[in-house]
T-cell receptor, first 117, second 115 residues
Framework: AQKITQTQPGMFVQEKEAVTLDCTYDTSDQSYGLFWYKQPSSGEMIFLIYQGSYDEQNATEGRYSLNFQKARKSANLVISASQLGDSAMYFCAMRELISNTGNQFYFGTGTSLTVIP | DSGVTQTPKHLITATGQRVTLRCSPRSGDLSVYWYQQSLDQGLQFLIQYYNGEERAKGNILERFSAQQFPDLHSELNLSSLELGDSALYFC??????????????FGPGTRLTVL
């Protein structure tokens, strides 16, 4: 089974509107972390937001919020007030601990977001 | 600018060759992670080092190896290169061995083209 599933290969959103990018994950660990990254056409990976498995509140970072539904194993990214500069590839990722000494990371296949003026 | 540096930015080589990719983590970060991003495999975690020790291994081929030096920079060695090794290779760093609330910081990547 895929560890991270992003079912939306491409999304379009009108400028200034909100958009939700879906992410579901699969793990049997109790302690894990969920991340969202943005990759513009220039190629760099930009950290957006983090949610720990024990965090009770949904994470927020400026216009980004993470809708964390633990029982459903989903970690959707919500971008409010979309801007043209938000057009990029978005990756959901999960961190699992390995033997208490390191981390194993899994990435989804990404969602390409296009913001329409 | 994340503070993570990677050299070279681009690398073009032939099948069967060996190359070395270099990464310098952010100042103060002890963990280095290597990732491969290719069109067919997506973004895959390869390996993690913390303060010179290997801490986690992902989908790293036996033809690939890595190490982290006392000054904390890391090198990823790719040998017997195949066409399918063409990819963007990212290095990332974090403060600790276990990434909790500390995010990983990614370098700009090295684009490897195998002809």
């Amino acid at each position: 089974a895929q560890k991270i599933t992003q079912t939306q290969p491409g999304m379009f959103v009108q400028e200034k509107e909100a958009v939700t990018l879906d992410c579901t994950y699969d793990t049997s660990d109790q302690s894990y972390g969920l991340f969202w990254y943005k990759q513009p056409s220039s190629g760099e990976m930009i950290f957006l937001i983090y949610q720990g498995s024990y965090d009770e509140q949904n994470a927020t970072e400026g216009r980004y919020s993470l809708n964390f539904q633990k029982a459903r194993k989903s970690a959707n990214l919500v971008i409010s007030a979309s801007q043209l500069g938000d057009s990029a590839m978005y990756f959901c990722a999960m961190r699992e601990l390995i033997s208490n000494t390191g981390n194993q990371f899994y990435f989804g296949t990404g969602t390409s977001l296009t913001v329409i003026p | 600018d994340s503070g993570v540096t990677q050299t070279p930015k681009h690398l073009i080589t032939a099948t069967g060759q060996r190359v070395t990719l270099r990464c310098s983590p952010r100042s103060g970060d002890l963990s280095v992670y290597w990732y491969q991003q290719s069109l067919d495999q997506g973004l895959q975690f390869l390996i993690q080092y913390y303060n010179g020790e290997e801490r986690a291994k992902g989908n790293i081929l036996e033809r690939f190896s890595a190490q982290q030096f006392p000054d904390l920079h890391s090198e990823l060695n790719l040998s017997s290169l195949e066409l399918g090794d063409s990819a963007l290779y990212f290095c990332a760093s974090s403060v600790g061995a276990r990434v909790g609330h500390n995010e990983q910081f990614f370098g700009p990547g090295t684009r490897l083209t195998v002809l």
